[in-house]
């Protein structure tokens, strides 16, 4: 069975190439870690989680053009995607919680580990900015709920009140039934998670998320935690996930991805065997994706997921890509 890799022809600042057509990923490819994904590829490269992430990359991409850092990049590029208000799963733009609230959870990692994180924070457009201030400016590493919002308030960050009608009517509907089901990637899927590296093997990544629609109110996810929804080790890589984050967050699903790398495993192998692993934990998976993405230090980077339908954009100097990830299995049309 071949799965397809959606190939886009896009310019980009300083590229040499081009890359046009398709490609076909084989399943054995996979299997034998030989798939194209995990060859190495010098910096600069950055990858993010879902379609959006291609507005997110061309973002991170010019802020490395421009001579910005890679933690410049990665904030950045998601704080595109936070500010589109028509996204459903990020930024004030998200689904509320099943008391109509939106609430944020984002955080952010470097080369050397020091890391910041926000969760269930309102009102405010950039959690990821929250978080990367939480990171530079205090000695701790997450502040939560009203006093993160505190805290943002006290050092600059403005609140933002957004109604948006087509999201209050959803909840309304919803809270006739008042059934929590995620659905795989039909709901929930547009969390953006980011990993890059610059041209000199600096890495960093990202991660921001309004979390699953209709969530208890106070609900965290993985996102905003390291070692779950994202981890960086510059002696190793990066990670980050998707999908359902109690899954991800059982697993300390990033670290895991991260660590088998350490011990050898090709990218996507890593991704693949933390899959593997919440798989075996959850026999009933029915509607409960989860996606996990990966860099390694020298550039290679791969993907997988429990269903089929998960993508990520990846930036490299031949040019921009939405590339479909490997998974365990195949949900029914
Ligand atoms: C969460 N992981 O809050 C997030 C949701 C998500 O794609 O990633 N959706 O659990």
């Not at 490819?29 to 994904?37: D, K, L, M």
Request: net charge negative; aromatic share 6%.
């Amino acid at each position: 069975m071949n799965d397809r890799r959606g190939f886009i022809k896009l310019g980009l600042a300083g590229t040499a190439a081009l890359v046009t057509g398709c490609i076909t990923r084989q399943e054995d490819e996979a299997t034998s870690g030989q798939a194209a994904a995990t060859l190495a590829i010098p910096g600069p490269i950055v990858l993010s989680t879902w379609k959006h992430g291609l507005p997110a990359n061309a973002k991170a991409w010019e802020v490395l053009g421009q001579g910005g850092s890679v933690l410049d990049a990665v904030e950045q590029g998601v704080a595109v995607v936070e500010s589109d208000l028509t996204n459903r799963s990020v930024g004030l733009g998200g689904m509320p919680d099943r008391d109509g609230r939106v609430t944020l959870d984002a955080c952010i990692q470097d080369h050397g580990g020091r890391a910041g994180a926000v969760a269930f924070v309102q009102r405010f457009e950039h959690p990821i900015s929250i978080a990367r201030a939480i990171m530079e400016r205090t000695p701790h590493v997450m502040l939560v709920g009203a006093g993160a919002e505190r805290w943002a308030l006290e050092n600059g960050f403005t609140p933002r009140d957004v109604e948006i009608p087509e999201v209050r009517k959803a909840w309304n509907d919803w809270l006739k039934e008042s059934r929590y089901q995620p659905v795989a990637n039909i709901e929930n899927h547009d969390t953006i998670g980011m990993i890059a590296m610059d041209a000199s093997g600096q890495l960093a990544g990202s991660c921001t998320t309004s979390g699953m629609a209709y969530k208890v109110h106070g609900r965290v996810g993985d996102s905003p935690i390291i070692g779950a929804g994202l981890f960086v080790d510059g002696e190793v890589g990066a990670a980050c996930a998707t999908g359902v984050g109690e899954l991800v967050i059982r697993t300390a699903g990033s670290h895991t991805v991260v660590e088998l790398m350490r011990h050898g495993r090709s990218p996507e192998e890593a991704c693949r065997e933390a899959v593997r692993r919440i798989v075996k934990q959850n026999p009933q998976l029915e509607g409960m994706q989860v996606g996990f993405l990966a860099l390694r230090k020298d550039g290679a980077h791969g993907a997988w997921s429990v269903f089929n339908g998960f993508n990520y954009a990846l930036n490299t100097t031949a040019g921009e890509q939405l590339v479909d990830a490997g998974h365990d299995r195949t949900l029914k049309a």
